[in-house]
C-alpha cells in the first residue's frame, strides 16, 4: 500500500495528493504547537494554584500558575477591591484567555474534514479518468486509462482518510485538553472572586 501512495504522486490524481499532503502539513504544526503549549509549556500545578487561592494566597497562586494563561486572569482580579470588580476585571481579561487557549484548534477538526473530502474528489476524479478510457482507441490504452483511473480512486481515498482520521482524532484529544484548561481556570477565577467576598478575606 505504501508503495501505491508513493506511485500515486506522480500519477492522474498527483494534484489531490499533494493537497492532502498539503493538509497533513497543517495539521501537524497545529498539533504539535498545541501539543507543546497544553502538556509542557503550560504546565501548572493546578492543585496548588486552587489551594493557595482558597487560602486567599493570590500571589501565590499566580506564582504557582507559572506560564498557564490563567495567570493573566488572575493578575487581572489580583488588585480589584470587590468580588464585583474582580469579575469585571477577569471578565475582560478572559476573552483574551479563551482565544490562547482555543486558537487554532478548531483547524484539526477543519482539516481531517477537508483531506476526507479531497480523497473523495480524487476518487471522482478517478472514476472519470477511468471511464474517458473507454473512448481510446487501442485495448492496450484502454486498459491501461481504466487501471490508472481506478487506482487513483482508490489511493486517493485512502490517502485522505490515512490523514483525516488521524486529524479528527487528535482534534478531540486536543479540544479535550482544551475544555480542561478553560474549566480550571474557571473555577480558578470562581475562587479569587469569592476569596474578596465580604468576611472572606483573612
Do not use: C
Not at 19 to 27: D, G, K
Not at 37 to 50: G, N, P
Not at 57 to 75: M, N, T
Request: aromatic residues 6%; charged residues 15%.
Amino acid at each position: 500500500m505504501l508503495d501505491a501512495i508513493a506511485d500515486a504522486f506522480s500519477g492522474p490524481g498527483a494534484a489531490f495528493m499533494y493537497a492532502i499532503t498539503a493538509v497533513l502539513a497543517l495539521a501537524l504544526a497545529i498539533g504539535l504547537e498545541r501539543g507543546f503549549l497544553y502538556w509542557l509549556s503550560w504546565r501548572a500545578d493546578r492543585d496548588a494554584v486552587l489551594d493557595k487561592l482558597r487560602q486567599h494566597d493570590v500571589a501565590g497562586a499566580i506564582q504557582a500558575a507559572g506560564a498557564h494563561p490563567g495567570a493573566s486572569l488572575l493578575r487581572a482580579g489580583a488588585d480589584a477591591a470587590s468580588a464585583d470588580a474582580a469579575w469585571d476585571a477577569m471578565g475582560a481579561q478572559a476573552a483574551l484567555v479563551q482565544e490562547e487557549v482555543r486558537r487554532r484548534v478548531a483547524w484539526l477538526a477543519t482539516a481531517g474534514n477537508i483531506a476526507t473530502m479531497l480523497g473523495l474528489l480524487g476518487t471522482i476524479y478517478g472514476l472519470i479518468f477511468a471511464f474517458q478510457g473507454l473512448t481510446d482507441a487501442s485495448t492496450v490504452e484502454r486498459a491501461t486509462r481504466i487501471s490508472d483511473g481506478i487506482a487513483t480512486a482508490m489511493v486517493t481515498t485512502a490517502w485522505g482518510l490515512i490523514v483525516g482520521i488521524p486529524a479528527l482524532a487528535a482534534h478531540a484529544l486536543v479540544d479535550g485538553k482544551a475544555r480542561r484548561e478553560l474549566a480550571f481556570i474557571e473555577a480558578a477565577a470562581g475562587l479569587l472572586a469569592a476569596s474578596l467576598r465580604p468576611g472572606r478575606k483573612g
